[in-house]
């Protein structure tokens, strides 16, 4: 069976539902899933998940993103980029570079940014995109976020082009929008490409098309990170064949049945992999225990 990730770079006007269902249809399975959804006009890093691949999600570190934005100065919208409606316009042709460097530089470190109303964001249960499209708008709470950096690549007024590298929970539609209220002429994103989230980049991404192509040539294999390369982020314990055998049948195993002489010393619970010949067994839990050697706990068993 077909277990991993797959990381498709996603094309502009689809949404991340319908990059799944083509997924599904391509490898002819149900079992598809995706992880940090994309706006339809965005493109680039959609990691998605295969058969067992959706168990790791949960325990994914995809705590650092990246994207390539393209801000037009001197326009606001209702959806934050150029695809929704023109709300107001402003002229932009005074902004100087030096003027821009201190805005950004304001927005570097931890910020505190409010979701867009377009957003998938749920309040009472729905989400806000479908109350933004009633026409109504409700308070939300603002969310710290970190902005490791912001870079400037290009300024060709109105066009700013950033590079963002960012926290999980960004939403750098906002971020463009409180840029371009503190230029004091409003901005919209233009475009918005992701170019890494966690262990998945784009340069080892794939079109749909040469995901189809792949099947068609039985060659997915080339294009497929597996469960544990996905979780390498997580210290690895190696099992003997008899703590293959323990972990099949759901227990947890003991220290005697792995390749180490004593368990990773913890002071704070800790996630790590069981895995047998390179291949990923199980993710568990390294708990404290105690004076005695920490425990271990089983937290989630893969097909082995």
Known sequence: ??????????????????????????LGTRKVGHTGTLDPFAT?????????????????DEGLKQYEAVMRLGVSTDTLDMTGRITAEADASGVARQQLDEVLARFTGSIDQVPPMYSAIKRDGQPLYKLARQGVEVERQSRR???????????????????????????????????????GCGAALETLRRTLSGPFALAAACSLDALEQAAASSSLDTLRMSPTAALCHLAEIPLSEAGLTRVRHGRSPELQETQL????????????????????????????????????????????
């Open 1 to 26: 069976m077909l277990d991993g990730f797959f990381v498709i770079d996603k094309p502009a006007g689809i949404t991340s539902h319908d990059v799944v269902s083509r997924v599904r249809r391509i």
């Open 44 to 60: 680039g890093v959609l990691p998605v998940a295969v058969n067992d691949g959706t168990k790791a999600i949960p325990f994914l």
């Open 145 to 183: 976020v970190e902005i490791h950096r912001l870079e400037l690549t290009a300024l060709e007024l109105p066009f700013v082009s950033l590079r963002v590298t960012c926290s999980r929970g960004t939403y750098v539609r906002s971020l463009a929008d409180d840029i371009g209220t503190a230029l």
């Open 261 to 304: 002489e004593a368990w990773p010393a913890c002071e704070e619970p800790v996630l790590v992999r069981l895995c047998r010949q390179g291949a990923l067994v199980a993710v568990a839990q390294l708990e404290p225990f105690a004076d005695r050697s920490p425990r271990i706990v089983l937290k989630r068993v893969f097909a082995c």
